[in-house]
């Protein structure tokens, strides 16, 4: 006994096969993956330009400051809360650094896998940045 008539699973076999479905969540006409995909080469077939890369943005320190930091350091550093006021701090780099890397127990908790050094690196722009008002 089939459940479908084998002219009706072809005819979804072929409509299903001209649309995939795009990392990006929409629809890709078959054609643009075929494009896109150029047998693995990476070869762009469709006459069309390719959109330019875009260049990566700066990390902004004080997002990744306030998304993970700010939880205990006070409107952005700048005041005492469960962590110590970081505007103006005489502590080196290397000292604020580890202290993120490491944390310290029972009062910081270690964020070395958390971050990249590029983004520590920005993290501690940001500390560096913010003024001292007393």
């Not at 306030?66 to 103006?88: E, F």
Request: charged residues 20%; neutral net charge; contains cysteine.
């Amino acid at each position: 006994m089939t459940l479908f008539p084998t002219g009706a699973v072809l005819a979804l076999a072929v409509a299903l096969s001209t649309i995939v479905l795009s990392t990006a969540g929409g629809p890709v006409r078959a054609q643009q993956a075929k494009d896109a995909d150029a047998n693995n080469t990476g070869e762009n077939t469709s006459g069309k330009e390719a959109p330019e890369a875009t260049e990566e943005k700066p990390l902004n320190g004080e997002v990744l400051f306030a998304t993970s930091c700010g939880w205990c350091h006070q409107q952005g550093g700048r005041v005492a809360g469960r962590g110590p006021k970081l505007a103006g701090s005489k502590r080196s780099d290397e000292y604020i650094l580890n202290r993120i890397i490491i944390g310290k127990p029972g009062a910081m908790p270690q964020f070395g896998q958390a971050f990249t050094s590029e983004q520590l690196n920005a993290i501690l722009a940001y500390i560096r940045s913010l003024p001292d008002n007393g």
